[in-house]
């Protein structure tokens, strides 16, 4: 056993040095007591312990408080403690002292030495911020590097870990874990984790690295991570070499598969390593296995029965239950697993802990199988009119110049003065491993005041979340459109509508009461299905595209900090040029696929861009000094769009945000490398303006990942698509099948032909295609072949709900295309679709395209790839067979979500120099993974 080193001696000044070490070590236990021993609530002895006692002068070397008799006093309390409660778990409570007082590492050192016989020592945090969602298999992360120099491969697939812990690299896609590993010190761990492209999360972090600065300097940048990663618990460990990780890794997933505690479980594992372990009560009980065992027995119980739950043929017997009926279900499993909880076998790694882990994975795949829209809540609000300083109840329409506030929550019917009118699928959210959940709500009204006002709902797993108030006062008499917009994850989950009126005064408003009260109507409503939206990658940014109640087009920018509202109309300019150019690019694809620095190509380029980076002034550059929104889109890498009207699509694809283009300028040197590196090199960026260069890696569509959704009000219908969003467990489309081709009659013969053999040169890898003539034909095709891609290049007419298309002199109206028209039954995957807007005559109306995508997504396409721009016939059918190429091409070589696989697609046309592409557009979740 080592000796005490000097550092740790400082604590008890003088009198200590008469001590030896045993007694040194009971002595200091002895003295920070603070109170009798307990009961934990994850079972085993407890006590708590203070640092008060070494705050102030007197904890230093001289230690004038201490004398003999007082060390010998606190040595017999220690043996009093130990004789009641042996090795007990030590809760450390520290307040730091303005100056002196002992180093918290120092405490801790002592506590864990073999002398003072105890279980567990950790530091008691208290993190409101802290994101309790602990699951089973527990996900484990780690930065790229870091994943190499720690071994983690190996502990993935080896030992008591690959049983209990699913391994993953830290990605946007596997941004949220249980346990987050980092390597250095705790401020470069920080700083990593701030200067990451997307939100970290973790339930407990394990800082792996040099812990040389005492705790007083290393506690504010600990608390800073904890509440960036919205953590329950940090350990900081110091090992020699980082490689020295892996076996204390998995004799720590050993105590874990024990149901050991979380906290006694660091201890036995990384004892003599340990600086400190700072954890919440919470997170121990969290982690606790009969915890698990619980709260998965109450999600089996609540799976329907039709549910599709496979086991292995192992999990039962590892518990002790094969053979027994009621387990065979996942109903009496839950039931068997709630009352057995704690007597579970745990004695070795193969049983209990596993058993939980494969029985949550079945689970998690049943809950997808069978996610669908199953509301239970409904958006509400109350309405206040402020008067005199009192907030009172007031369903009339607002008076002008008078304070009002709007009170938005979740919760059953009847709860608030005005109810929406759809139901929020709030039993769809992952209530397994979260009692609550965090969403962000924005409420806005641009033809009253500028600024969107933010706020969140905390919404429990029952009853009503707690109230998000907004207060305003209107501006000028007229209709009023208040916008809701409810946003997790930087992703739009609803918006709902407050339409009254405001009047000019009280009596007015008195008098038209009945007519206009206030009512709340939901809009939109994108995901169906929000049960593992934690699954689901989190997005930079959104934009919401609607208008004002005047029918101005205006845009909503929000990112986690924030949001700001620009106007459309005083762009309608950059975006007139803009589709006009695409339009041009679409209609002599020839002349624009000759080489990406050859003439046509390049004064294209710097005609868009120059368009672009106005685009990017007006609705970025503008607002960077007024909301911390315009940074967070500007930084974005992954944005989702929602437009709220059919309206032409606005060509945000073509934000340009490097420094506009000289009319000389040329296409940079390093462009073909940029885009397929995926990025620019620093030095290469253009500083001056005008630039010198024009780089296609400067357009957003190119940069970014782009999530688009539309909504078109006349068809009645949210714009979600039950059972065809992309949930965990549920997200592929595969590409490999047939194909399904169809064209309107304005398609000339020649081009028809040209369109089939292109598209049968793209499709080559997957499977043969199948042209069709008629909508008849079209449905038995789809129920035959059960096609994977379908190509359409329809012509379009009317408006509304009575919107047609066209193909081969066939006419089907939009409403009569349901699930039918795209896969023969719901349990088939879903197909591919690209639907290019077809015209002949030029006069195709851009509105009546998006009409089409929001009754396509309706009726179960889960993405629809098109273009901004519609195109004449021939040209169209060019169009179609370079995107099949380009696309089947990237997925051939890597598969991956659509959202990547459409800009990489993108990227590599781009080389090609086929401009056509800059238009190309997807609508539907990006989340989807295509596969061959």
């Keep these: 056993m080592a000796k005490l080193h000097d ?18 070590v009971e002595a200091v236990a002895g003295l920070g007591l603070s109170g009798k021993s307990r009961i934990f609530s994850s079972g085993g002895p407890a006590v708590d312990f203070s640092s008060a006692p070494w705050r102030g002068p007197s ?23 130990q004789a009641e409660a042996p090795s007990p778990r030590v809760v450390v409570s520290h307040t730091p002292a303005k100056t002196g007082g002992a180093d918290v590492f120092s405490l801790f050192r002592i506590l864990t030495r073999p002398e003072a016989r105890t279980s567990s020592v950790f530091l008691n945090a208290r993190l409101p911020q802290a994101d309790l969602r602990w699951q089973m298999p527990i996900r484990v992360g780690a930065w790229q590097d870091d994943y190499a120099a720690f071994g983690l491969q190996d502990v993935a697939t ?9 391994f993953h690299e830290l990605s946007r896609e596997h941004a949220r874990c249980e346990v987050l590993v980092l390597h250095g010190t705790v401020r470069t761990a920080l700083q990593q984790i701030l200067a990451a492209p997307f939100a970290v999360r973790a339930a407990f972090v394990l800082v792996v690295g040099p812990m040389d600065a005492p705790w007083r300097q290393t506690e504010s940048l600990a608390n800073a991570l904890l509440a960036e990663t919205q953590a329950a618990g940090l350990s900081l460990i110091s090992l020699e070499s980082p490689s020295q990780l892996a076996d204390r890794f998995q004799d720590w997933a050993a105590e874990l598969s024990h149901n050991t505690p979380l906290d006694v479980s660091l201890q036995t ?14 997170l121990i009980e969290a982690a606790a296995l009969p915890t698990t065992a619980r709260m998965l027995g109450a999600r089996l119980g609540a799976l329907p029965r039709s549910a599709a739950f496979d086991l292995p043929k192992e999990t039962l017997d590892r518990i002790g239950l094969r053979g027994m009926a009621a387990a065979a279900r996942p109903a009496g499993l839950g039931d068997e697993l709630v009352s057995r909880a ?15 882990a494969e029985i949550s994975t079945a689970e998690k795949a049943a809950r997808a199988g069978t996610t669908g829209s199953e509301p239970n809540r409904v958006l509400q609000a109350d309405v206040f009119a402020i008067r005199e300083g009192k907030a009172v109840k007031d369903t009339r329409p607002f008076v ?83 916008r809701l917009t409810i946003h997790y994850r930087g992703r739009v989950l609803q918006t709902a509508l407050l339409e009254t009126r405001v009047e000019a005064s009280r009596k007015d408003a008195a008098a038209a009461a009945r007519k206009i009260a206030p009512r709340l109507s939901v809009e939109t409503q994108i995901h169906g299905s929000l049960t593992t939206l934690d699954d689901r990658r989190r997005f930079d940014a959104h934009l919401v595209l609607n208008k004002t109640v005047d029918g101005k087009p205006t845009l909503q920018a929000a990112g986690r900090d924030g949001a700001y509202i620009s106007s459309l109309d005083k762009i309608d300019k950059q975006l007139e040029k803009i589709s006009a150019r695409l339009r041009d690019v679409a209609n002599d694809a020839k002349r624009y696929s000759t080489g990406l620095t050859s003439q046509p190509c390049t004064e294209m380029l710097v005609k868009l861009a120059t368009e672009g980076r106005e685009l990017f002034g007006r609705l970025v550059i503008d607002y960077i000094d007024v909301s911390a929104a315009a940074r967070t889109l500007r930084d974005s890498e992954y944005l989702q769009i929602v437009a709220t009207k059919p309206d032409a699509v606005i060509p945000l694809e073509l934000v340009y945000e490097y420094k506009s283009p000289a009319a000389n300028a040329k296409v940079c040197p390093n462009a073909q490398k940029a885009l397929l590196d995926g990025h620019c090199p620093a030095d290469c960026v253009p500083k001056d303006s005008p630039a010198t260069h024009v780089c296609p890696m400067g357009f957003w569509g190119l940069r970014k990942v782009i999530e688009r959704h539309v909504h078109n009000p006349a068809l009645g219908h949210e714009a979600y698509v039950e059972a065809v969003e992309a949930i965990a467990g549920r997200d592929v489309i595969a590409l ?113 395209y998006t009409s089409h995508v929001a009754q396509f997504r ?75």
């Design 858 to 932: 309706r009726s179960g396409a889960p993405v629809i790839l098109g273009t901004l721009a519609v195109i004449e016939g021939g040209d169209a059918a060019t169009a179609a067979g370079v995107i099949v190429e380009q696309l089947v091409a990237v997925v051939k070589k890597e598969p991956a979500r659509f959202g990547e696989v459409l800009r990489a697609a993108k990227r590599q046309a781009m080389t090609k120099g086929l401009l056509m592409v800059l238009g190309l557009i997807g609508f539907g979740d990006a989340d989807w993974q295509l596969k061959l």
């Design 158 to 166: 080896t030992g008591p870990a690959s049983g209990i812990m699913r």
């Design 59 to 81: 904890a230093g070397p001289r230690g004038a408080r201490w004398s003999r008799q007082k060390l010998l006093g606190a040595i017999g309390k220690w043996h009093a403690v």
């Design 400 to 482: 002008v110049g008078q304070p009002h506030r709007v009170e938005a929550f979740i919760g059953p019917p009847g709860g608030g003065a005005l109810q929406a009118d759809k139901q929020f699928p709030d039993k769809k959210l992952d209530w397994q491993n979260a009692d609550q959940f965090t969403l962000g709500v924005i409420f806005s009204e641009p033809n009253q005041w500028e600024t969107p006002q933010t706020g969140e709902f905390v919404l429990g797993r029952y009853g009503t979340s707690d109230r998000c108030g907004f207060d305003f006062t209107p501006t000028k008499v007229g209709p009023f459109r208040g």
């Design 342 to 356: 704690f007597t579970l076998p745990f004695d070795r790694e193969s049983r209990g802990g596993t058993a939980l």
């Design 736 to 848: 490999k099948g047939p194909a399904l081709l169809a064209a309107s009659k304005n398609v000339p013969s020649k081009a028809r032909k040209k369109l089939e053999a292109s598209v049968v040169k793209g499709w080559k890898t997957s499977g043969a295609v199948n042209p069709v003539g008629k909508w008849a034909q079209w449905k038995t095709t789809v129920n035959a072949k059960k096609p994977t891609l379908l190509v359409a290049l329809p012509h379009s007419s009317g408006a509304d709900a009575e919107i047609s298309l066209e193909i081969s002199g066939d006419t089907l109206e939009s409403r009569f295309i349901d699930e039918d028209y795209l896969r023969p039954a719901k349990d088939r995957p879903p197909p591919l679709v690209l639907l290019m807007g077809c015209d002949v005559a030029g006069t195709g109306d851009a509105r009546t």
């Design 269 to 282: 594992a990384f004892r003599e390593a340990a600086v400190l372990h700072l954890l919440t009560e919470q």
């Design 7 to 24: 550092r740790d001696k400082q604590l008890l000044g003088n009198a200590g040095r008469a001590l030896d070490d045993v007694a040194y």
